[in-house]
């Protein structure tokens, strides 16, 4: 906001000061000119020269000076508290905080991104980019864009290894990516700690032996002791001659010399065992020995609840096999059976995947019909629920999916199980069998515990069953600089009123007779693939029908929804993958002639859905130099809104001395007969036996020292060899594979790290699983990955060098679950903690978390947090004073607000982390001290934080279940004594989150 001065002295856009110095120029009878540039004779100032002279040397602080008309004098209108912070864009600002004068990276030059505003009150262009940054293409200034590097690797950028990318703006690489070290060149860097024939100072007499040459592992990680000599009995190391020595007894038990159990030793001497600690454990005898769990009443010493089984009480009994007999013990409620045994989803760590059993599960909520927004009908009632809390740490719109195939399910989200009629945030029961899919958005605050209800609708017999619950956000809806449009969670800017439409390109209003796309006369011209952009079909006409004729449209679609048409000429015959993503139930077709959509359509999507995501893909074959129409539509009559299109590069088929195996884009070169299946690699039909990849006696073996590994297949015709059992493999709780057709690879690390492998499947539904030994699937699964139904499933995951790994591609289904493929194995990715404390190790995972009071500095070490504690309060210099904090990255509970303190009659903050401040007053006043926390919060003044009970001053907690959660607290202080001011959690448990403090 600008001053109401500067708005009053502009005339016509020209700013008033150029008025005043270009005001009564001419010469006058003393031969002085007043308007000449020059002071001459009585003149004070003369236009712009002001003899040195600004608005401070007239007392005033600062702005514009100016000369009168007449050049007698100075004219100090201008002149005033300008200044960079004050919150008003002033004469020579460009912007302050938070206000860009109307300005954006556009107005700058740039082609996109998000303008800022510097401390000097100039813009900061650091998050603009480049124009074209994010099509692929480099241009202008950019030095790269999205994947094109310009043919650049790390090695360019004098690094050994790693993965390069490209900044966001496009003006710079990003080698956060690129590693340093290299096994292998007998140079010892990142975690290595010798390399090739470098072992540092290191020998054999080091580990105990007399000699002999020291080498080092393949892998770099440790020594090799091979080639050291032995140093007799007594070194830990079996020797010829020798059948142990101390604690290496060649993996031998006292099981191995026939009793039941006990500790095998070796003799002094090393010549044999000593199996003086061995016995033989024989149930019945009261004592309770070897694997024996219980014997009679000796149980151990354990009862119902240290078994850790889940029981909460009861007698522990011992049966007739010295097993514990649970008989009499007390089964603890089912987690999450009712809100008050909910099961907790955590704040941080998200996207996250929850799997779940509605069955044997109580029947404790029902949604009755207009209780949640929504859900119109009631659900649930009489059927088995599962209860979540979640306690979000950042408010925002966050996005709840359900998916289930064995019940039609009901997700409704309140903040209080006891009123849910008056508490309900959301809800969503409109999907159905065989496959129920619910999702749900909903804009939840800070700090605010809300329980997520997983239920079942009330038209299904099938009312119970496995689910999976996902959790995703936040999201922080953005309409800066919009007027219609996305905001960028979902729901859309501002609607276009008189006839107007929205411009996508600057989500703006505009005539629609400026816009193109409304019809097949004047499409959307599309240049080239790969292409993405986003448009708003709100307000367009309705043109178009998809006809049932189109494959891929079940029935007609679109009748009575605004449509928009883009047009594309491609210039390389091929399959394109078109993606077309709306915030609403859309479809999406393409003809080569509008006027007969029936007779031209080749492909279509539209899966019926209440609930999102709405995303409908096409994937066609397209004749170059020929024009096609591609139309985004609705599902059915009136629907309209936001939506992403893009069209991937064209995948060229290829089955040139192919009789079977795929083409290269989703399609086969032929089929097999005759029990023959097919060697996709040679593209010929041969015994399965003769087939590299069929099963793991013959797998596909990924050359690990050139990663990354890529390979296309197909698992038509291909025999059913491998599957694994529900709740065996980690991310998957049912089972898969049985009865299809899969495809075997092995995997031998070439280092410890963390791996990505991906599995992208063509037109069917796959699933993969890693394995260590394919003759023990369910016991040896690593994880097993189905995210997706079609598309890519991607895992991170741990590996160890010393270990084999084999990759099953297999079918979700037994029946038709087959077809083309891509499998992927990254390069590792090595965790970088050497050093230190705490903060990312590069590949995921964590170098450690910080204790309460410390948090994570840079260099990744751990730091006490200022204002942790009176000891180290934040010092407050001077007033007016402002600050702002997070409470959350670590402070601990230090201190609680004594029931005893005025202005509160209960203790507050007893499980909240707080922040202190410390001000010593320079003058004896009436101080105004403001808490703006994003959670219920207690401010309080002392000045013994050691004694809050009987040195509290001043408190204030306004207790309240919604924002705002503003305490205030004015009170006269005294010059030169020190205050603490505590910023604190109020009654609530572990509150915490964001604040500002300000202090008049």
């Keep these: 906001m600008r001053r109401s001065l500067l708005l009053g002295l502009v005339v016509l856009g020209v700013p008033a000061w150029s008025l005043v110095l270009g005001a009564c120029g001419g010469k006058s ?53 300008f200044e960079c912070g004050n919150g ?33 009150c100039t813009f900061d262009t650091s998050a603009c980019t480049q124009p074209g940054c994010g099509d692929g293409v480099i241009s202008g200034a950019e030095v790269c864009d999205g994947a094109n590097l310009d043919g650049q690797d790390c090695t360019d950028h004098g690094f050994t290894g790693g993965i390069l990318a490209c900044s966001a703006s496009c003006g710079a690489f990003d080698t956060s990516g690129c590693t340093d070290w290299l096994c292998g060149d007998d140079v010892v860097g990142g975690p290595e700690v010798c390399d090739g024939s470098n072992v540092g100072t290191m020998t054999c007499v080091d580990f105990g032996f007399i000699g002999g040459a020291l080498a080092c592992t393949t892998d770099c990680m440790d020594y090799d002791r091979a080639g050291c000599t032995g ?35 070796c003799s002094q001497q090393c010549d044999d065992f000593d199996d003086s ?24 010493g354990a009862d119902c609840v240290s078994i850790a089984q889940g ?70 009632n009489g059927q088995p629920d599962v209860v979540y809390e979640f306690t979000p740490a950042t408010g925002g719109v966050y996005t709840f999916t359900f998916v289930s195939a064995d019940f039609d399910g009901a997700v409704y989200i309140v903040t209080d199980c006891a009123d849910i009629g008056n508490t309900c945030v959301s809800g969503s029961e409109g999907d159905s069998l065989p496959m129920d899919q619910e999702s749900l958005d909903a804009s939840l605050t800070a700090g605010t515990s809300y329980y997520i209800i997983v239920d079942a609708g009330n038209y299904w017999d099938t009312s119970e069953g496995t689910f999976t619950l996902g959790v995703d956000g936040p999201c922080a809806p953005d309409c800066t600089g919009k007027t219609c449009g996305s905001d960028g969670c979902g729901g859309i800017c501002g609607i276009c009123t008189g006839g107007d439409l929205c411009d996508p390109s600057t989500w703006t209003c505009a005539d629609p007779a400026t816009l193109p796309g409304d019809d097949c006369t004047d499409p959307i011209v599309v240049g080239g693939a790969p292409y993405t952009t986003e448009g708003i ?73 209440y609930n999102p995501p709405w995303n409908e893909i096409v994937d066609v074959s397209m004749v170059a130099q020929t024009t096609y129409y591609i139309i985004v539509d609705g599902g059915y009559g009136g629907v309209s809104g936001t939506y992403s299109l893009s069209i991937d590069a064209p995948c060229l088929p290829n089955c040139t001395g192919k009789e079977c195996g795929p083409d290269g884009c989703g399609a086969s070169c032929g089929a097999c007969t005759g029990g023959d299946v097919c060697d996709d690699i040679q593209g010929l039909c041969l015994d399965p036996s003769q087939v590299v990849g069929e099963d793991c006696t013959n797998p596909v073996v990924v050359d690990t020292a ?42 031998s690390p070439a280092a410890t790290g963390v791996y990505e492998i991906s599995l992208t499947s063509y037109g069917w539904d796959a699933v993969a699983y890693v394995v260590t030994d394919c003759a ?42 087959e077809g083309a493929y891509q499998l992927f194995v990254g390069q590792p990715c090595i965790p970088q903690c050497a050093g230190l404390e705490c903060g990312d190790d590069g590949c995921g995972g964590s170098c450690g978390a910080c204790p309460a009071g410390e948090a994570c500095d840079p260099s990744q070490q751990c730091q006490p947090l200022p204002g942790n504690s009176c000891a180290n309060a934040i010092d407050v210099p001077a007033v007016p004073f402002n600050d702002s904090g997070d409470t959350d990255i670590g402070y601990a509970n230090d201190y609680t607000a004594a029931a005893a303190c005025p202005g509160i009659d209960q203790d507050e903050g007893e499980t909240s982390p707080d922040v202190v401040y410390a001000f010593t007053p320079a003058t004896t006043g009436d101080y105004t001290i403001t808490y703006v926390p994003s959670f219920d919060g207690a401010l309080y003044v002392v000045t013994d934080c050691g004694n809050i009970p009987n040195t509290c001053l001043e408190a204030s907690e306004a207790a309240s279940q919604t924002p705002p959660w503003d305490e205030v607290i004015t009170m006269t202080l005294t010059a030169g004594i020190t205050y603490y001011i505590i910023l604190d959690g109020g009654l609530a448990a572990g509150v915490s989150g964001t604040y500002t403090l300000d202090i008049q």
């Design 88 to 120: 008003l864009v002033e004469p020579g600002e460009s912007c302050e905080a938070t206000d860009l004068d109307g300005q954006t990276c556009a107005s700058q030059g740039f082609g996109g991104g998000t303008l800022a505003c510097t401390g000097a």
């Design 706 to 747: 050139n990663l990354p590994f890529v390979y296309l297949e197909d698992t038509t015709g291909s025999t059913d060899s491998a599957s694994h059992g529900g709740g065996v493999c980690p991310g998957e709780n049912s089972p898969h594979g049985s009865g299809a057709g899969d495809h075997a690879f092995e995997l």
């Design 29 to 81: 009878l003393t031969g002085q000119e007043c308007g000449n540039g020059i002071i001459e004779g009585t003149e004070v100032c003369d236009s712009t020269a002001l003899d040195g002279q600004d608005c401070t040397d007239h007392g005033l602080p600062g702005g514009i000076l100016a000369c009168d008309g007449d050049c007698g004098g100075f004219d100090t209108s201008l002149c005033g508290d």
């Design 231 to 265: 140093a007799g009995c007594g070194n830990g190391i079996r020797e010829p001659g020798e059948v142990c020595d101390l604690t290496d007894l060649g993996g031998l038990t006292c099981e191995d010399f026939g009793y039941d159990a006990g500790t095998l030793a």
């Design 776 to 817: 023990d699937i369910d016991n040896t699964c690593v994880y097993s990955d189905d995210d997706v139904e079609y598309g890519t499933e991607t895992m991170f995951l741990t590996l160890d060098a010393t270990e084999t790994y084999y990759i099953i591609v297999d079918g979700f289904e037994a029946s038709g679950e």
């Design 311 to 380: 029981f909460v009480g009861g007698t522990l009994a011992c049966d007739g096999t010295c097993t514990y007999d649970t008989a009499a013990c007390t089964a603890a409620p089912p987690p999450g059976d009712d809100c008050a045994n909910a099961g907790v989803i955590p704040a941080a760590g998200l996207p996250i995947s929850l799997a779940g059993d509605t069955t044997g599960q109580t029947d404790d909520y029902n949604a009755a019909g207009g209780d949640c927004p929504g859900m119109n009908n009631s659900e649930g």
């Design 537 to 609: 079909t709100t307000g367009r006409n309705d043109d178009y029908t998809g006809s049932a004729a189109c494959p891929g449209l079940p029935q007609p679609e679109g009748g009575g929804a605004a449509d928009v048409v883009y047009s594309f000429t491609p210039t390389q015959t091929g399959v394109y993958h078109i993606d077309y993503e709306p915030t609403f139930d859309g479809a999406i077709y393409v003809v080569t002639d509008c006027a007969d959509v029936a007779g031209t359509c080749i492909g279509g999507s539209e899966e019926a859905s």
């Design 277 to 300: 600690g061995c016995f033989d454990a024989t149930c019945g005898d009261g004592t309770a020995d070897g694997a024996e769990q219980c014997d009679v009443n000796d149980l151990r």
